[in-house]
Nanobody, 124 residues
Framework: VQLQASGGGLVQAGASLRLSCTTS????????MSWFRQAPGKEREFVAG????????YYADSVKGRFTLSRDRAMNTMFLEMNSLKPEDTAVYYCAAGRPILSQVRARDAYVNWGQGTLVTVSS
């Protein structure tokens, strides 16, 4: 599985951005696709995840109501629509794919395939 994230940039607080994750090689064995982020000096953390078989979506509490995950299967692309951005959203955003069990959909170590990351900077 190969993933490539794009769409990051520099925006002011309150603005919106849409990240894209183009995928190839996703097979029936892939159970989940997710977004993670890593701020400077911090560990990589879960942002949003999609359970492929049922289409259920999961969000970190910090982004719930502001971020929306979607997928265009025809384009093999996953999106992260980010609204009402805050300075604390500043991070490198990564997309990931893997075969976690449902209870581990938020666990970084459950994913084996990662994109290269795209930087989002939100100024105050």
């Amino acid at each position: 599985v190969q993933l490539q994230a794009s769409g990051g940039g520099l925006v002011q607080a309150g603005a919106s951005l849409r990240l894209s994750c183009t995928t190839s090689g996703v097979t029936f064995s892939t159970r989940a696709m997710s977004w993670f982020r890593q701020a400077p000096g911090k560990e990589r953390e879960f942002v949003a995840g999609l359970w492929l078989s049922g289409g259920n979506k999961y969000y970190a509490d910090s982004v719930k109501g502001r971020f929306t995950l979607s997928r265009d299967r025809a384009m093999n692309t996953m999106f992260l629509e980010m609204n009402s951005l805050k300075p604390e959203d500043t991070a490198v955003y990564y997309c990931a794919a893997g075969r976690p069990i449902l209870s581990q959909v938020r666990a970084r170590d459950a994913y084996v395939n990662w994109g290269q990351g795209t930087l989002v900077t939100v100024s105050s």
